[in-house]
T-cell receptor
Framework: DTEVTQTPKHLVMGMTNKKSLKCEQH?????MYWYKQKAKKPPELMFV???????INESVPSRFSPECPNSSLLNLHLHALQPEDSALYLC?????????????FGPGTRLLVL | AQKVTQAQTEISVVEKEDVTLDCVYE???????LFWYKQPPSGELVFLIR??????QNEISGRYSWNFQKSTSSFNFTITASQVVDSAVYFC????????????FGQGTRLTINP
């Protein structure tokens, strides 16, 4: 089973709102990722957690705050977002063996910031 | 520095035609991994194949086949007898042994199969 689930599927929020995106996997993977994808562009890496520790932060603005409560869950907390943050947010997971990291993606959350 | 180039932005063919999606990559590492992902309109990236730099064997999976040529730094993807369900954006991606968690994606090729 190579399933990564994400909730919600769609989210509309105002610039003063606080919301969270959730991601879950039950494949025993120990690395989890957040990507941002704008229309007609490839995904851009935001954060990577390995063994529940933040291992990569691609200079993402602090209005995006990741959290990894356990090895199966990954959250992305959103606060004071801008309209340009509207995008598809994809979660992925991989085994974290240090090599041959095949990432499996979830269906994404389509975020609209008004 | 790593780079993946998918020169074909959009391809449109009629159902049952064969179609090849091109992917050219750049890397300084001798150990690296190449991937193809499919992104249908629903948005999810679906993993199709991983190939490591030491394995130049071509692969066939049903109507899909992949041609890996290190000499030309290419990893092309062919769909035989295309179907409407193959319509999607296809991404080629590269990761290196050092930093295997960082996937570098090409810009993607939007494939439309017309009935």
């Amino acid at each position: 089973d190579t399933e990564v689930t994400q909730t919600p599927k769609h989210l509309v929020m105002g610039m003063t709102n606080k919301k969270s995106l959730k991601c879950e996997q039950h494949m025993g993977h120990r690395a989890m990722y957040w990507y941002k994808q704008k229309a007609k562009k490839p995904p851009e890496l935001m954060f990577v957690y390995s063994y529940e520790k933040l291992s990569i932060n691609e200079s993402v603005p602090s209005r995006f705050s990741p959290e990894c409560p356990n090895s199966s869950l990954l959250n992305l907390h959103l606060h004071a977002l801008q309209p340009e943050d509207s995008a598809l947010y994809l979660c992925a997971s991989s085994q974290s063996r240090g090599f041959e990291e095949t990432q499996y993606f979830g269906p994404g959350t389509r975020l609209l910031v008004l | 520095a790593q780079k993946v180039t998918q020169a074909q932005t959009e391809i449109s063919v009629v159902e049952k035609e064969d179609v090849t999606l091109d992917c050219v990559y750049e890397t300084r590492d001798t150990t690296y991994y190449l991937f193809w992902y499919k992104q249908p309109p629903s948005g999810e990236l679906v993993f199709l194949i991983r190939r490591n730099s030491f394995d130049e064997q071509n692969e066939i999976s049903g109507r899909y086949s992949w041609n890996f040529q290190k000499s030309t730094s290419s990893f092309n993807f062919t769909i035989t007898a295309s179907q409407v369900v193959d319509s999607a954006v296809y991404f080629c991606a590269l990761s290196e042994a050092e930093g295997a968690q960082k996937l570098v994606f090409g810009q993607g090729t939007r494939l439309t199969i017309n009935p």
